[in-house]
């Protein structure tokens, strides 16, 4: 027997052999991406006819998608388009009811105790509504998942802490506790804490549409900087279409829970080719 929310072998076939995936993956992307390919790379992470549906209703059919070491992909899409949904199947917060997720070749979709707790540490999230723990200073937020995941010693955490601190700006902030941040803050502790982590990627889910327009801009010039000088894959749920036309290697368009289109952003955005996508983006600009 199997549990509902498990993908059903008898429903989805296996995920694919990940040398035949990474050549088809490799000749599939290419034109698609300004990521700098490299001959017989494997994608990071592998989404293969990924599903989930709630009670009856489906809400991801068959994403397929594959993004690669250090990419970073914009996901746009309508709201109910299935994008958040999408990312929390990615991080394991959502179980698929069909089809495969692999990060680094592992299936993720059926992993469980220990494998599982590995392949999580490949992944961070920054959510729209920063979930940092409220009583804790901004660095207790960056060093309690390194000492507790990673078994770091509380110097070595704080230390890191600190670098990650410095590098979105707020050194000067380590002591403060949340209530006394603004959002923009906030959320850039957020996103130090994720990247203190040094996950192979880093999903962000909305991470600007909580904030006042004139804190945008400064979580935004974090985001940029991590996609220029980090090494990690970002997947980045936004509206912001300038950040996405400047900084994203891919554009991704889903609606009604599938990718309608993807390629390079200028592509995407000044010649798109299906009209679900143009009609967005007429919508929105
Ligand atoms: N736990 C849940 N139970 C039932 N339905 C859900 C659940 N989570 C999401 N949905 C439904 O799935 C659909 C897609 O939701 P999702 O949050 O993935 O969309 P989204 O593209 O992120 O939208 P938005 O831009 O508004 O954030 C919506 O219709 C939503 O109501
Ligand atoms: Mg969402």
């Known amino acids: 027997m199997h549990s509902k929310n498990r993908p059903c072998a008898a429903d989805v076939p296996p995920a694919m052999d990940a040398e035949k995936a990474a050549r088809l993956a490799f000749a599939h992307d290419?034109?698609?991406?300004?990521?700098?390919?490299?001959?017989?790379?494997?994608?990071?992470?592998?989404?293969?006819h990924l599903g989930k549906t709630f009670t009856d209703t489906p809400v991801l059919r068959d994403v397929n998608l594959n993004v690669w070491n250090g990419e970073i992909v914009v996901v746009l899409g309508p709201s109910g388009s299935g994008k958040s949904t999408m990312l929390r199947c990615i991080n394991l917060l959502e179980t698929p009811t069909q089809g495969h997720v692999l990060i680094r070749d592992q299936e993720i979709t059926g992993a469980s105790g220990a494998s599982l707790s590995l392949l999580r540490r490949d992944l961070g999230m920054v959510f729209q509504q920063f979930n940092l723990f409220p009583?804790?200073?901004?660095?207790?937020?960056?060093?309690?998942?390194?000492?507790?995941?990673?078994?770091?010693?509380?110097?070595?955490?704080?230390?890191?802490?600190?670098?990650?601190?410095?590098?979105?700006?707020?050194?000067d902030r380590a002591e403060f506790k949340p209530p006394q941040l603004s959002g923009g803050q906030q959320q850039?502790?957020?996103?130090?804490?994720?990247?203190?982590?040094?996950?192979?990627?880093?999903l962000f889910d909305e991470p600007t549409s909580a904030l006042d327009p004139e804190l945008v801009r400064d979580v935004l010039a974090v985001m940029r900087d991590l996609a220029l000088n980090g090494d990690m894959a970002m997947i980045v749920v936004?509206?912001?279409?300038?950040?996405?036309?400047?900084?994203?290697?891919?554009?991704?368009?889903?609606?009604?829970?599938?990718?309608?289109?993807?390629?390079?952003?200028?592509?995407?955005?000044?010649?798109?080719?299906?009209?679900?996508?143009?009609?967005?983006?007429?919508s929105i600009g």
């Not at 390194?146 to 707020?170: P, T």
Request: proline share 4%.
């Open 30 to 48: 290419l034109p698609l991406s300004r990521h700098h390919f490299v001959e017989g790379e494997h994608p990071v992470v592998r989404i293969e």
């Open 135 to 171: 009583h804790l200073s901004a660095k207790e937020n960056v060093v309690i998942g390194q000492m507790k995941v990673l078994k770091k010693s509380r110097a070595e955490a704080e230390a890191e802490a600190m670098r990650q601190l410095a590098a979105v700006g707020l050194a």
């Open 188 to 202: 850039r502790v957020a996103i130090a804490r994720a990247v203190a982590m040094h996950p192979k990627v880093l």
């Open 238 to 282: 936004t509206h912001e279409m300038g950040f996405a036309r400047e900084v994203a290697d891919r554009v991704v368009f889903m609606e009604g829970g599938v990718v309608v289109e993807q390629g390079l952003p200028n592509d995407v955005f000044d010649h798109p080719k299906e009209a679900r996508t143009k009609e967005f983006l007429g």
